[in-house]
């Protein structure tokens, strides 16, 4: 089955710096990658996602990046605040496989004021 | 907000003892997913509805957990006999607005119920 590996599991950042996060997964079929935020005791919440036909994608200072050929995406946060602090969690599934998502170990980033 | 509304939003029960948790989705979703939280580990897929049918539950641990979504509206999870690895938080989500053949697309999730055996 598939398998996403994330990394690192933890991040440092002073607020105002970048902040990355990669995943790498293991099923060529896999064809959509959301990027979920988790804040303390609250719900997954959806934050960008990708799919396999295009390789970047944008939103505000939030970008994602994938890559096909080497089976892995990045999450990029630009000029981090302080309420990007969470964890982030990189998902992959396979539409023909019922959509179930395979997550990563999930990342937590602390941006620091 | 999500749609996908869980409860308890926890629940402490010993060893032994049956647990219930439950999903309701707003209508019109035929997919629902369940997925567990273990220990602060990554969240791992336990099964998928569409509509009231088990699409796929090869993410259920094994057969002391249950899960039935009657009518194809609100699911329940059970547990019986909970151990302590069972601990943990689970998470209800929905597929977007349509039918099980609109796939590929976003999953919104509950707020999760934590569920701690002790």
């Known amino acids: 089955g598939e398998n996403v590996e994330q990394h690192p599991s933890t991040l440092s950042v002073q607020e105002g710096d970048s902040a990355v996060i990669k995943c790498t997964y293991s099923?060529?079929?896999?064809?959509?990658f959301p990027w979920y935020k988790q804040e303390l005791g609250k719900r997954p919440q959806l934050i960008i996602d990708?799919?396999?036909?295009?390789g970047e994608k944008k939103d505000q200072r939030i970008a994602v990046t994938l890559n096909k050929t080497a089976k892995h995406f990045s999450l990029h946060i630009t000029e981090t605040q302080p309420e990007d602090s969470a964890v982030y969690f990189c998902?992959?599934?396979?539409?023909?496989?019922?959509?179930?998502?395979?997550f990563g170990g999930g990342t937590r980033v602390l941006v620091k004021p | 907000e999500a749609g996908v509304t869980q409860f308890p939003s926890h629940s402490v029960i010993e060893k032994g003892q049956t647990v219930t948790l439950r999903c309701d989705p707003i209508?019109?979703?035929?997919?629902l997913y369940w997925y567990r939280r273990v220990m602060g580990k990554e969240i791992k897929f336990l099964l998928h509805?569409?509509?009231?049918?088990?699409?796929?539950e090869s993410g259920m641990p094994n057969n002391r957990f249950l899960a039935e979504r009657t009518g194809g509206t609100y699911s329940t999870l059970k547990v019986q006999p909970a151990e302590l690895e069972d601990s943990g938080v689970y998470f209800c989500?929905?597929?977007?607005?349509?039918?099980?053949?609109?796939?590929?697309?976003?999953?919104?999730f509950g707020q999760g119920t934590r569920l701690t055996v002790v």
């Open positions: 998902a992959a599934s396979i539409a023909a496989a019922g959509n179930k998502l395979t």
């Open positions: 099923d060529s079929a896999s064809n959509y």
């Open positions: 990708i799919r396999s036909n295009v």
């Open positions: 209508s019109g979703h035929d997919n």
């Open positions: 509805f569409v509509k009231e049918s088990k699409q796929d």
């Open positions: 989500a929905r597929g977007a607005i349509g039918t099980a053949s609109q796939l590929n697309t976003e999953a919104f």
